[in-house]
C-alpha cells in the first residue's frame, strides 16, 4: 500500500500473520475464551463486539489492549486501513487502552490503573 511508510507496511505485514494464526486458534469461541487466549498470549483484540467493555469493566476480565470498531464499514480493508493510519500518525497507544474507533473520532479509556 502506497500511502505507508515502509517500517508501517512491515509492521502491517507481520500483524496481520498474528491475526490470522489467532483467528484460527479462536474461531468460535466465546468473548471470554478470546479475552483468555489474547491474555496468555500478550495480544491486543481488535473486535466489532461492544461486549469486551462488560466484561472488562464490569465483570474484571484483564486485557492487554482493545480496538473496538464502532462503525459498519464501507469495505472490508477499512477497519485495517484506519488502524494502520492512525498507528503511522503515532499519537495513540493501544497497550492497556479501551480504544473506540468511529468514523468522526477516537476515544480511549485507560484499562488499569
Same mark, same amino acid.
Do not use: C, W
Given at each position: 500500500?502506497?500511502?505507508?511508510?515502509?517500517?508501517? *507496511? %512491515?509492521? *502491517?505485514?507481520? #500483524?496481520?500473520?498474528?491475526?490470522?494464526?489467532?483467528? +484460527?486458534?479462536? /474461531?468460535?469461541?466465546?468473548?471470554?475464551?478470546?479475552? *483468555?487466549?489474547?491474555?496468555?498470549?500478550?495480544?491486543?483484540?481488535?473486535?466489532?463486539?461492544?461486549?469486551? !467493555?462488560?466484561?472488562?469493566?464490569?465483570?474484571?476480565?484483564?486485557?492487554?489492549?482493545?480496538?473496538?470498531? /464502532?462503525?459498519?464499514?464501507?469495505?472490508? %480493508? +477499512?477497519?485495517?486501513? /484506519?488502524?494502520?493510519?492512525?498507528?503511522? #500518525? !503515532?499519537?495513540?497507544? #493501544?497497550?492497556?487502552?479501551?480504544?473506540?474507533? %468511529?468514523?468522526?473520532?477516537? /476515544?480511549?479509556?485507560?484499562?488499569?490503573?
Amino acid at each position: 500500500m502506497k500511502t505507508f511508510h515502509v517500517p508501517v *507496511s %512491515e509492521f *502491517s505485514v507481520n #500483524l496481520v500473520m498474528m491475526l490470522v494464526v489467532f483467528f +484460527e486458534e479462536i /474461531r468460535g469461541a466465546k468473548d471470554f475464551e478470546v479475552l *483468555s487466549h489474547a491474555q496468555k498470549d500478550n495480544r491486543i483484540i481488535l473486535t466489532f463486539d461492544r461486549d469486551y !467493555g462488560e466484561l472488562i469493566y464490569h465483570y474484571g476480565f484483564f486485557a492487554f489492549g482493545v480496538v473496538y470498531f /464502532r462503525f459498519k464499514p464501507e469495505y472490508p %480493508e +477499512e477497519p485495517a486501513e /484506519r488502524l494502520l493510519k492512525i498507528l503511522d #500518525l !503515532g499519537e495513540i497507544e #493501544l497497550l492497556n487502552k479501551f480504544t473506540v474507533i %468511529e468514523r468522526d473520532r477516537i /476515544r480511549q479509556r485507560v484499562l488499569y490503573l
